[in-house]
């Protein structure tokens, strides 16, 4: 197994002459590297009057591995050969190191480099590479790799600290310059500095920031990364110095993101980053924010747009879904000029994050979304809307992965726990895993939106002081709308119904198989269907879509606070069980819903308690019902879900499609 390991630059803001003194200080031994127990020259010679010297040194590592392991194989210690090429007229010196000990069983190979600075000669640039090559180890591959790793990670960490320590200490000793060195007056000149004097010139600025990822870049700009991570941030760098078409190169920030949601799997990275850059260069991605001029109807009737930053400075998206005309806006645009409104908006989040980091000096990687779901009903998830919503999350999570930071969901009505089941799947877990949520008293309850917001922008229509430029939402006229749009769906086109549903569950029948299964039960006239839930799991989310069919139904949930038999009979109720006593042993969770011939019924309910849960049916004369229900887990909602309300919609064909009560 090979592994290979790669530092970002190192920025020494001392010229490099100082920085070698301070350098050969560290032998033959370092007191800030007790693992070097000694050096010992083997070679020692200079060339050309002076200008190069090239040094060998076999040096003592005491192993830096448990005691037990250190048994097996037999050594305390082991040797390595360090070979300096040291280049004073052309000011570089190129370390070479390589492993004596198991050398047959094991190859380690590491090369570092110190340089002028190529755009201040008075700073010292150091870099690092490394490859750890495993052919048989006694058995112990994988714990020789760990080790690896972990030395590498140390002398990542410590190369800085030492020449620091060293220039420190050559500073308390009075020695703060070094002259650089000429050559004697009668020796002849170094045709190698000519050449590169001129191959610096030749760079281009942005060329040279391109080479020179430093370690202050890096906490400036990018955060805080483990040097296994800056590794693969260099390693995908340089491979998309191999892509010919590349019209501009991505900046660390985007390169950072593509390996953050690919794990750090640099090919899988790699292969993502390209496709999104060739979507890019096919739809001029790179001009839309000069380009794209707001449709009126997204001016006019558009609930949404930027407010503020978040205590992280994090710029805040406030999306007023709830209030959203999604067919008005759908059939005004059409699912392309939507699509290309969302782009828009996360075009411009990459701007604003940019100017957030440029404005507090620190790193700014992502942007907040808060969306108000007030006034959301199921005529939000009408079908030609919801493929659309999934058209739009498709494109961001494949192109603007990890920049979306976190997600408060406020006011969240009975009926989101139906469409978060229906588009969740079609998010990525790492995404999903930042959604908040919160019911009506948002702004005021504790760990609510002042954890992560100052509450002196919370928005007015959430309680709080601040007065937002975002348009409320409107229903958005007809006359606006397209010839043709979404093939002439009107508004006699019923809200989803149970069969819409199940079409758009099957779609993420991929993660969630059993989504696509809803049950058919005959009621025969005084009879009931009741379906026990032991609950478990306190507040998770029990959520229910179902369909009546021939005469009407009486549905009603309770909760049940004694251990109940499983049945077998579908004729007797649990309801005549003795002792059963409404008040005693069982509640009324939810009061009875008259539920009338040809309705779809959604919705959903808290489960606070560690108690069972029956969902009661009651079928006054002879009836049909299609069923589905769902638990969802309670770490998918963090937060308060107060304000659920239930939500009918009818699925006969004269019915307004924004019918709800």
Same mark, same amino acid.
């Given at each position: 197994?090979?592994?290979?390991?790669?530092?970002?630059?190192?920025?020494?803001?001392?010229?490099?002459?100082?920085?070698?003194?301070?350098?050969?200080?560290?032998?033959? /031994?370092?007191?800030?590297?007790?693992?070097?127990?000694?050096?010992?020259?083997? +070679? %020692?010679?200079?060339?050309?009057?002076?200008?190069?010297?090239?040094?060998?040194?076999?040096? +003592?590592?005491?192993?830096?591995?448990?005691?037990?392991?250190?048994?097996?194989?037999?050594?305390?210690?082991?040797?390595?050969?360090?070979?300096?090429?040291?280049?004073?007229?052309?000011?570089?010196?190129?370390?070479?190191?390589?492993?004596?000990?198991?050398?047959?069983?094991?190859?380690?190979?590491?090369?570092?480099?110190?340089?002028?600075?190529?755009?201040?000669?008075?700073?010292?640039?150091?870099?690092?590479?490394?490859?750890?090559?495993?052919?048989?180890?006694?058995?112990?591959?994988?714990?020789?790799?760990?080790?690896?790793?972990? *030395?590498?990670?140390?002398?990542?960490?410590?190369?800085?600290?030492?020449?620091?320590?060293?220039?420190? *200490?050559?500073?308390?000793?009075?020695?703060?310059?070094?002259?650089?060195?000429?050559?004697?007056?009668?020796?002849?000149?170094?045709?190698? /500095?000519?050449?590169?004097?001129?191959?610096?010139?030749?760079?281009?600025?942005?060329?040279? &920031?391109?080479?020179?990822?430093?370690?202050?870049?890096?906490?400036?700009?990018?955060? *805080?990364?483990?040097?296994?991570?800056?590794?693969?941030?260099?390693?995908?760098?340089?491979?998309? %110095?191999?892509?010919?078409?590349?019209?501009?190169?991505?900046?660390?920030?985007?390169?950072?993101?593509?390996?953050?949601?690919?794990?750090?799997?640099?090919? *899988?990275?790699?292969?993502?980053?390209?496709?999104?850059?060739?979507?890019?260069?096919?739809?001029?991605?790179?001009?839309?924010?000069?380009?794209?001029?707001?449709?009126?109807?997204?001016?006019?009737?558009?609930?949404?747009?930027?407010?503020?930053?978040?205590?992280?400075?994090?710029?805040?998206?406030?999306?007023?879904?709830?209030?959203?005309?999604?067919?008005?806006?759908? +059939?005004?645009?059409?699912?392309?000029?939507?699509?290309?409104?969302?782009?828009?908006?996360?075009?411009?989040?990459?701007?604003?994050?940019?100017?957030?980091?440029?404005?507090?000096?620190?790193?700014?990687?992502?942007?907040?979304?808060?969306?108000?779901?007030?006034?959301?009903?199921?005529?939000?998830?009408?079908?030609?809307?919801?493929?659309?919503?999934?058209?739009?999350?498709?494109?961001?999570?494949?192109?603007?992965?990890?920049?979306?930071?976190?997600?408060?969901?406020?006011?969240?009505?009975?009926?989101?726990?139906?469409?978060?089941?229906?588009?969740?799947?079609?998010?990525?877990?790492?995404?999903?895993?930042?959604?908040?949520?919160?019911?009506?008293?948002?702004?005021?309850?504790?760990?609510?939106?002042?954890?992560?917001?100052?509450?002196?922008?919370?928005?007015?229509?959430?309680?709080?002081?601040?007065?937002?430029?975002?348009?409320?939402?409107?229903?958005?006229?007809?006359?606006?709308?397209?010839?043709?749009?979404?093939?002439?769906?009107?508004?006699?086109?019923?809200?989803?119904?149970?069969?819409?549903?199940?079409?758009?569950?099957?779609?993420?029948?991929?993660?969630?198989?059993?989504?696509?299964?809803?049950?058919?039960?005959?009621?025969?006239?005084?009879?009931?269907?009741?379906?026990?839930?032991?609950?478990?799991?306190?507040?998770?989310?029990?959520?229910?879509? !179902? %369909?009546?069919?021939?005469?009407?139904?009486?549905?009603?949930?309770?909760?049940?606070?004694?251990?109940?038999?499983?049945?077998?009979?579908?004729?007797?109720?649990?309801?005549?069980?003795?002792?059963?006593?409404?008040?005693?042993?069982?509640?009324?969770?939810?009061?009875?819903?008259?539920?009338? &011939?040809?309705?779809?019924?959604?919705?959903?309910?808290?489960?606070?308690?560690?108690?069972?849960?029956?969902?009661?049916? !009651?079928?006054?004369?002879?009836?049909?019902?299609?069923? !589905?229900?769902?638990?969802?887990?309670?770490?998918?909602?963090?937060?308060?879900?107060?304000?659920?309300?239930?939500?009918?919609?009818?699925?006969?064909?004269?019915?307004?499609?924004?019918?709800?009560?």
């Amino acid at each position: 197994m090979v592994q290979k390991y790669q530092s970002p630059v190192r920025v020494y803001k001392y010229p490099f002459e100082l920085v070698m003194m301070a350098y050969e200080r560290r032998f033959p /031994k370092c007191p800030q590297m007790p693992i070097v127990l000694d050096c010992e020259i083997v +070679k %020692d010679e200079s060339l050309e009057n002076g200008a190069k010297r090239n040094t060998s040194r076999r040096c +003592k590592l005491a192993v830096d591995a448990p005691y037990i392991f250190k048994k097996l194989i037999g050594v305390d210690f082991v040797f390595f050969l360090q070979h300096n090429y040291l280049d004073m007229a052309n000011r570089t010196l190129s370390i070479e190191a390589v492993n004596e000990s198991f050398s047959s069983r094991i190859e380690i190979f590491e090369r570092c480099r110190y340089y002028a600075h190529p755009d201040n000669a008075e700073w010292t640039c150091f870099d690092q590479t490394a490859t750890l090559d495993i052919k048989n180890f006694f058995g112990f591959e994988h714990s020789m790799e760990k080790m690896g790793m972990k *030395q590498y990670t140390q002398t990542t960490l410590k190369g800085k600290e030492i020449i620091e320590f060293f220039i420190n *200490q050559l500073k308390e000793e009075g020695v703060t310059e070094v002259e650089r060195w000429t050559p004697p007056i009668d020796g002849p000149k170094s045709p190698l /500095k000519e050449q590169a004097a001129v191959a610096a010139t030749s760079l281009t600025a942005d060329q040279r &920031h391109d080479i020179l990822l430093d370690g202050d870049f890096i906490a400036r700009s990018l955060g *805080q990364l483990s040097p296994m991570q800056e590794s693969k941030l260099l390693e995908l760098r340089k491979m998309l %110095d191999g892509v010919d078409d590349l019209e501009r190169m991505p900046s660390y920030q985007t390169i950072l993101r593509f390996l953050s949601a690919r794990d750090w799997h640099v090919n *899988q990275a790699f292969a993502m980053l390209c496709d999104s850059l060739k979507w890019r260069r096919e739809h001029r991605i790179d001009a839309l924010l000069e380009e794209y001029m707001k449709p009126a109807v997204v001016v006019e009737h558009f609930p949404g747009g930027w407010h503020h930053h978040d205590k992280d400075g994090r710029p805040i998206y406030i999306l007023r879904l709830g209030h959203m005309d999604v067919k008005g806006l759908l +059939k005004s645009l059409g699912m392309e000029g939507l699509l290309r409104l969302a782009l828009h908006i996360c075009e411009e989040g990459i701007q604003k994050i940019n100017e957030s980091a440029d404005r507090l000096d620190k790193p700014v990687l992502n942007w907040s979304l808060l969306v108000d779901l007030e006034g959301l009903s199921m005529r939000h998830l009408w079908r030609p809307g919801i493929k659309a919503l999934l058209n739009i999350i498709e494109t961001v999570e494949r192109n603007y992965p990890e920049t979306m930071g976190r997600v408060l969901v406020v006011r969240a009505p009975r009926v989101f726990p139906i469409a978060w089941t229906i588009v969740s799947a079609f998010i990525d877990e790492n995404t999903r895993s930042k959604f908040l949520f919160y019911g009506p008293d948002c702004a005021h309850m504790k760990d609510g939106l002042t954890q992560y917001i100052d509450e002196e922008i919370v928005p007015d229509f959430l309680g709080g002081p601040c007065k937002t430029m975002i348009h409320e939402g409107s229903l958005v006229p007809k006359t606006l709308y397209k010839m043709g749009s979404l093939e002439e769906q009107d508004d006699e086109t019923p809200a989803i119904s149970r069969t819409q549903v199940e079409e758009v569950k099957r779609l993420s029948s991929v993660h969630h198989d059993h989504r696509n299964l809803y049950k058919t039960v005959e009621l025969k006239a005084g009879y009931t269907h009741e379906l026990l839930i032991r609950n478990e799991d306190p507040k998770s989310v029990l959520t229910w879509d !179902f %369909d009546v069919l021939r005469n009407d139904l009486h549905f009603t949930l309770y909760r049940v606070t004694q251990d109940l038999p499983d049945k077998s009979d579908s004729a007797v109720s649990y309801f005549d069980l003795p002792d059963f006593v409404e008040g005693v042993n069982y509640f009324r969770e939810e009061p009875t819903l008259v539920c009338r &011939h040809k309705e779809s019924v959604q919705g959903s309910h808290v489960m606070h308690h560690n108690d069972s849960y029956i969902m009661h049916w !009651f079928s006054p004369s002879e009836a049909q019902l299609n069923l !589905f229900y769902e638990v969802l887990s309670s770490v998918n909602y963090k937060g308060s879900m107060t304000s659920l309300q239930s939500a009918f919609s009818s699925n006969s064909s004269a019915a307004s499609s924004c019918q709800s009560r």
